[in-house]
T-cell receptor, first 115, second 109 residues
Framework: ETGVTQTPRHLVMGMTNKKSLKCEQHLGHNAMYWYKQSAKKPLELMFVYNFKEQTENNSVPSRFSPECPNSSHLFLHLHTLQPEDSALYLC??????????????FGAGTRLSVL | GQNIDQPTEMTATEGAIVQINCTYQTSGFNGLFWYQQHAGEAPTFLSYNVLDGLEEKGRFSSFLSRSKGYSYLLLKELQMKDSASYLCAVMDSNYQLIWGAGTKLIIKP
């Protein structure tokens, strides 16, 4: 148990569906992250929130829409995805951003398949 | 561009020692992290190095040479449960983590 919980663990959706991924952290952290993990590729940072404010958007397509209502919860809203979006989506949290040694704690991820 | 290189896969024997190397080229350096990720599970933090030298933590040790852009993770007395992927990541000048693709470690009895 890492203190970061993601739901659902698995998701299959069609290209015309709309779905949301949820992440919740119980660590009292102020920063939360979304990453995409594809097989044999490095983790790709998608979004960063610090104190509920988005501080990073790494040129992510608009079919991915993040939402951070408070420092403990993070959502990723999905719509009109493409098959190449199939991947493991990881959520992480950390005490803050902008400092060295800032350890990120990860959830187990949502395995997304787009048909 | 920024780049982290680590071997794709390694195989070792239970009870032995294995060294997983990581080389990096990044814009700035604010530390290097190692994470372990079992299949279907969350990456979990193993170690953080910001100064040159060896950091030992039980059976696991991590080494850093900033001048060479090089780190390694050393695993001793290997156990079957050490079969996992090991991810190397460098924190750059913007305090963002740049990740390697991970090394899948297979432990054989």
């Amino acid at each position: 148990e890492t203190g970061v919980t993601q739901t659902p663990r698995h998701l299959v959706m069609g290209m015309t569906n709309k779905k949301s991924l949820k992440c919740e952290q119980h660590l009292g952290h102020n920063a939360m992250y979304w990453y995409k993990q594809s097989a044999k590729k490095p983790l790709e940072l998608m979004f960063v929130y610090n104190f509920k404010e988005q501080t990073e958007n790494n040129s992510v397509p608009s079919r991915f829409s993040p939402e951070c209502p408070n420092s403990s919860h993070l959502f990723l809203h999905l719509h009109t995805l493409q098959p190449e979006d199939s991947a493991l989506y990881l959520c992480a949290s950390s005490q803050g951003t902008g400092t060295g040694g800032n350890i990120q704690y990860f959830g187990a991820g949502t395995r997304l398949s787009v048909l | 561009g920024q780049n982290i290189d680590q071997p794709t896969e390694m195989t070792a024997t239970e009870g032995a020692i294995v060294q997983i190397n990581c080389t990096y080229q990044t814009s700035g350096f604010n530390g290097l992290f190692w994470y372990q990720q079992h299949a279907g599970e969350a990456p979990t933090f193993l170690s953080y190095n910001v100064l040159d030298g060896l950091e030992e933590k039980g059976r696991f040790s991590s080494f850093l040479s900033r001048s060479k852009g090089y780190s390694y993770l050393l695993l001793k007395e290997l156990q079957m449960k050490d079969s996992a992927s090991y991810l190397c990541a460098v924190m750059d000048s913007n305090y963002q983590l740049i990740w390697g693709a991970g090394t899948k470690l297979i432990i054989k009895p």
